[in-house]
């Protein structure tokens, strides 16, 4: 059985998913199975998979299912007891893994993994504030605020995301950010301080329309963090206050 299974949905990939999995192929850790689910394609995303000869490689064609379904399939399907997420525009550093499974294997109370990141935009990476908590307990009270972990660094652990219910289709943009919460139920998080993933952002992710939905489920999962966790009052309210008026003026200085 692989100690790890990396599990990766992909919707028209054609453009980076070749950098996507071969970041994966190319990791100091080998001993992992890679789950690549072609959600609906209609693009080369079938032919470029079809490439891949590698055993460990286990790819799925499927209808669209949306994000939170395939995933939650994809994990299901995993051997290992340990998930790394990975989405198909974003590359894994070659020691991601390595340092992953080794600080969870020495901390059985960790259920949620991630670390800090590199930021892509186009070909240039971009200064990004990498202030993130890294203890369980500010991880926690930060969430009230902001989603602490980048989809594409986490490693949590199969048995507890069984547990918590898995992704819920309710969200299109946040639905990691929303398990998070759930997951919290079962263990501790922390998060690396090593830049161990590169993440890429685009035109479409930052688009009026998509933002204004973002906005939205993030409003509904902050308070719902808040709730649970508690945290700084004034600085969730600040929070909160700016995605409002980034609704309501999605052209303001408040949502550059």
């Given at each position: 059985?692989?100690?790890?299974?990396?599990?990766?949905?992909?919707?028209?990939?054609?453009?980076y998913?070749?950098?996507?999995?071969?970041?994966?192929?190319?990791?100091?850790?080998?001993?992992?199975?890679?789950?690549?689910?072609?959600?609906?394609?209609?693009?080369?995303?079938?032919?470029?998979?079809?490439r891949?000869e590698?055993?460990?490689?286990?790819?799925?064609?499927?209808?669209?299912?949306?994000?939170?379904?395939?995933?939650?399939?994809?994990i299901?399907?995993?051997?290992?007891?340990?998930?790394?997420?990975?989405?198909?525009?974003?590359?894994?550093?070659?020691?991601?893994?390595?340092?992953?499974?080794?600080?969870?294997?020495?901390?059985?109370?960790?259920v949620?993994?991630g670390?800090?990141?590199?930021?892509l935009?186009?070909?240039?990476?971009?200064?990004?504030?990498?202030?993130?908590?890294?203890?369980?307990?500010?991880?926690?009270?930060s969430?009230?605020?902001?989603n602490?972990?980048?989809?594409?660094?986490v490693?949590?652990?199969?048995?507890e995301?069984?547990?918590?219910?898995?992704?819920?289709?309710?969200?299109?943009?946040?639905?990691?950010?929303?398990?998070?919460?759930r997951?919290?139920?079962?263990?501790e998080?922390?998060?690396?301080?090593?830049?161990?993933?590169t993440?890429?952002?685009?035109?479409?992710?930052?688009?009026?329309?998509?933002?204004?939905?973002?906005?939205?489920?993030g409003?509904?999962?902050?308070?719902?963090?808040?709730?649970?966790?508690?945290?700084?009052?004034?600085?969730?309210?600040?929070?909160?206050?700016?995605?409002?008026?980034?609704?309501?003026?999605?052209?303001?200085?408040?949502?550059?």
């Open positions: 059985m692989p100690l790890i299974s990396v599990v990766t949905s992909v919707y028209n990939g054609e453009a998913l070749k950098e996507c999995v071969d970041s994966v192929l190319n990791q100091t850790f080998q001993d992992f199975e890679y789950i690549i689910l072609n959600n609906g394609s209609t693009d080369s995303t079938a032919g470029i998979l079809a891949y590698d055993p460990r490689i286990r790819i799925v064609q499927q209808e669209n299912l949306g994000i939170a379904r395939s995933l939650n399939k994809g299901h399907m995993a051997k290992s007891d340990l998930i790394a997420r990975l989405d198909a525009d974003d590359v894994s550093e070659p020691n991601r893994l390595e340092k992953q499974i080794n600080f969870m294997n020495r901390h059985k109370e960790i949620l993994c670390s800090r990141f590199k930021v935009l186009g070909k240039e990476y971009i200064d990004f504030p990498n202030h993130v908590p890294v203890e369980n307990e500010a991880i926690r009270k969430m009230s605020c902001f602490p972990f980048s989809h594409s660094t490693v949590f652990r199969k048995p995301f069984i547990k918590s219910g898995g992704y819920s289709a309710k969200y299109k943009f946040g639905q990691d950010y929303e398990l998070w919460s997951l919290l139920d079962f263990g998080a922390y998060i690396l301080k090593d830049e161990l993933s993440i890429r952002l685009s035109e479409q992710s930052t688009s009026s329309e998509n933002s204004k939905a973002m906005r939205i489920e409003l509904q999962i902050r308070w719902k963090a808040f709730r649970k966790f508690g945290g700084n009052p004034f600085e969730a309210l600040s929070h909160f206050l700016k995605s409002l008026a980034g609704l309501i003026i999605p052209q303001g200085p408040l949502n550059k």
